[in-house]
């Protein structure tokens, strides 16, 4: 039973910083690709940031270019986002996904619960 489990959400004030973890079970981790997505209240659920399996390739939405920093640890099957001079408008439920791909086919896919991130001041 494949599991992702988002954490290190919370309250944050603007230019504030989180980091955020997503840790999996069930899978070959190294084999996935792995990506963060958001969903602000009442909107759509969009990619916020994305690392292919084996780490070497990342893409980033332009919103949080320069400002996030996606990363993997397959030691500890678990994928994280940094999260930088946050602003209000990066309210949003983050959810983890976990893909496997054979060139442009997904075989799977996988989607955490998500965790809350609220900046506010």
């Known amino acids: 039973q494949v599991q992702l489990v988002e954490s290190g959400g919370g309250l944050v004030q603007p230019e504030g910083s989180l980091k955020l973890s997503c840790a999996a079970s069930g899978l070959t981790f190294s084999n996935y690709a792995m990506s963060w997505y958001r969903q602000p209240p009442g909107k759509e659920r969009k990619l916020v940031a994305a690392i292919t399996s084996g780490g070497s390739s990342t893409n980033y939405a332009d919103s949080v270019k320069g400002r996030f920093t996606i990363s993997r640890d397959d030691a500890k099957n678990t994928v994280y986002l940094q999260m930088n001079s946050l602003n209000p408008e990066d309210t949003a439920v983050y959810y983890c996904?976990?893909?496997?791909?054979?060139?442009?086919?997904?075989?799977?896919?996988?989607w955490g619960v998500g965790t809350q991130v609220t900046v506010s001041s």
């Open positions: 996904r976990a893909e496997r791909r054979r060139g442009v086919a997904v075989l799977n896919s996988y």
